[in-house]
């Protein structure tokens, strides 16, 4: 017999950011903290960002590629 996961069960709280499930909103809130402390290093030289789209941004007008 197979177990059917029921979405609505697992968490109600999903990080829009990277889609992971929370069951409490706290924990997610949390969560979502994480993201905007992390920096997003540029491959192609030492510069660092705190936002993704900081990053895509600079690696489309320094470095001439789209992501
Ligand atoms: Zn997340
Ligand atoms: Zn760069």
Redesign the pocket.
Known sequence: MKIALDASSVGRYPCDICGKVYRQAGTRNRHKKNHFNVSFK??????EFSRRYTLQN??RD??GMLM
Do not use: A, G
């Not at 540029?42 to 510069?47: N, Q």
């Open positions: 540029c491959w192609m030289c030492p510069s600079h690696i320094i470095h």
